[in-house]
C-alpha cells in the first residue's frame, strides 16, 4: 500500500500507523524500491523527475548501490548518492559517494545544492548524475553543483570501486541517525512524487 502509480506518476508514500513485521512493531511504513538484476549500469547518465516529502525525520533518496559487491561489503563496493534530502531542510539536496574500507573503515565525498527560493516539496525538480569512468557530476533541474574525481576502494586503487555494475533505489527512510527522529512538527502522510527515471548509456561508437 505504500507504493503505487497514480496519474502516471510512480508515488512513495511513508505513512503513521502501527505495524507488526518480522523486525517487531514499528509505528511508520513505507516502501523501497530497487531495479536489482534488473536494471543495473556501469556508467551512464540518470535523470530522474521527483516532487519530494518535507517535515522533520524523512529522509527520501534517489542511490544506487553495487550489483555484485566485488570488493567487499559496505562501502568497500561503494555507494552512489544521486539525491538525499532531510525533511527539516526542504530547500537542499546531497549528491554523495561512498567508498574506501568494509564499515567503520569507510569515508564519503560530496556536496550540497540549495533551492534559491521555494522548497523541493513544492513542485518537480530533476535531479541528474552523469558517471563515467574517471569522474562523477551532480545536477539539479541542468544547473551543475558537483565534480567527483578521486576515490578508491580499501587494497584497491582509482577507478574502482566504481568501475562495476550499479543499480538503482528509490525510497522514503523516516528517522535514522542523520535526520533524526520525527516529532511533533511531523506531517504524515508523506509522499515522493517520482515523473519519470531515464538512464542514458554512453555511445562509444
Known sequence: ?????????????????????????????????RTLN????????????????Y?????????????????????ASGEIDIMELLGHEPQK???????????????RSGSSCTLPGGTFSEDFHLFTLEWDTTEFNWYVDGEHYL???SWYSANYGFPAPFDQRF????????????????DASTVFPQEMKIDYVRVYERDDN
Not at 512513495?12 to 513505507?30: D, L, M, V
Not at 529522509?59 to 559487491?69: G, Q, T
Open 55 to 75: 517535515s522533520q525525520g524523512l529522509w527520501p533518496a534517489i542511490w544506487m548501490l553495487p550489483s555484485d559487491w566485488i570488493y567487499g561489503g559496505w562501502a
Open 93 to 107: 539536496v546531497y549528491g554523495t559517494i561512498h567508498y574506501g574500507g568494509e564499515y567503520p573503515d569507510n569515508v
Open 167 to 182: 543499480h538503482l533505489l528509490l525510497n522514503v527512510a523516516v528517522g535514522g541517525n542523520w535526520p533524526g527522529a520525527p
Open 147 to 149: 565534480t567527483l574525481d
Open 38 to 53: 534488473q536494471g543495473d549500469w556501469k556508467y551512464g547518465r540518470f535523470d530522474i523527475r521527483a516532487q519530494l516529502p
Open 1 to 33: 500500500e505504500n507504493s503505487y502509480v497514480a496519474d502516471s506518476v510512480l508515488v512513495i508514500k511513508a505513512i503513521k500507523e502501527t505495524y507488526t513485521g518480522p523486525e517487531g512493531t514499528r509505528q511508520y511504513t513505507s516502501a523501497r524500491l
